[in-house]
């Protein structure tokens, strides 16, 4: 399967039946598609819609309606559509349920960075909407992949690029692995098919305990 499939998949398995839920650029979006069975969930966009359907088809898609990553959106019944400022300040004040941010880092103190990287001198690409997000949103996951491509892990004791949201991150899905975040220590819940705790523990950066209840991913 591939690897950003099985994350987007996971992550479905976080939602709760009559949720608010935002979901971030990238493979957050994908887990819209791999809703359980009898979840019905109202998603975010934090451009301004509160209630985005699934994704059209390329013939039926619309120019002015999209998500905050500019793809094309469909409206359920009940959608409602309003400026930035006011998507913004509703992200602020709690009403989200549950939101899934993307991820350069995560650390074991719930500690998210996603907003920059440094090239050439420079940090881009910039924050966007989601320091809002982590500050509004009770329940914060964030998925990512567990390495980079030179295999580095992205699971740390501590981020070292600028925080997007500081001990706002209670879960964490990646590619092969899902941890909940405790006291100042990851707790290893759940493994991806195929993958070994050996595995796990080779690529973790972060000190981690396991779960009593540590099983395969949940799909």
């Not at 990238?26 to 975010?44: C, D, I, R, W």
């Not at 509703?90 to 960075?113: F, H, K, P, W």
């Not at 920059?116 to 329940?139: F, H, Q």
Request: include cysteine.
């Amino acid at each position: 399967m591939d690897p950003r499939v099985l994350i987007a998949k996971r992550v479905a398995q976080e939602f709760k039946d009559g949720q608010l839920v935002n979901l971030g650029f990238g493979m957050p979006t994908q887990a819209s598609n791999y809703l359980p069975e009898g979840v019905k969930v109202m998603f975010h966009a934090e451009n301004g819609v509160f209630g985005v359907g699934p994704r059209p088809t390329a013939v039926n898609s619309m120019a002015d309606m999209t998500n905050a990553g500019s793809e094309p959106i469909t409206l359920m019944p009940g959608a409602a559509i309003m400026d930035l400022a006011t998507s913004l300040g509703a992200m602020r004040s709690g009403i989200l349920d549950i939101t899934v941010l993307g991820a350069l880092e995560v650390d074991q103190l719930g500690n998210i960075a996603n907003w920059a990287v440094e090239r050439n001198g420079k940090w881009w690409p910039g924050i966007g909407g989601a320091m809002d997000l982590c500050y509004g949103t009770e329940y914060v996951v964030a998925c990512l992949m567990h390495t980079d491509k030179a295999g580095v892990s992205k699971i740390l004791k501590n981020c070292t690029l600028p925080l997007t949201g500081k001990g706002c991150v209670k879960s964490i899905i990646t590619d092969k692995a899902v941890f909940e975040v405790g006291n100042d220590i990851l707790i290893l819940k759940e493994y991806a098919p195929g993958v070994t705790l050996e595995e796990i523990k080779n690529c973790t950066e972060a000190d981690f305990i396991i779960a009593d209840t540590f099983c395969e991913m949940r799909l």
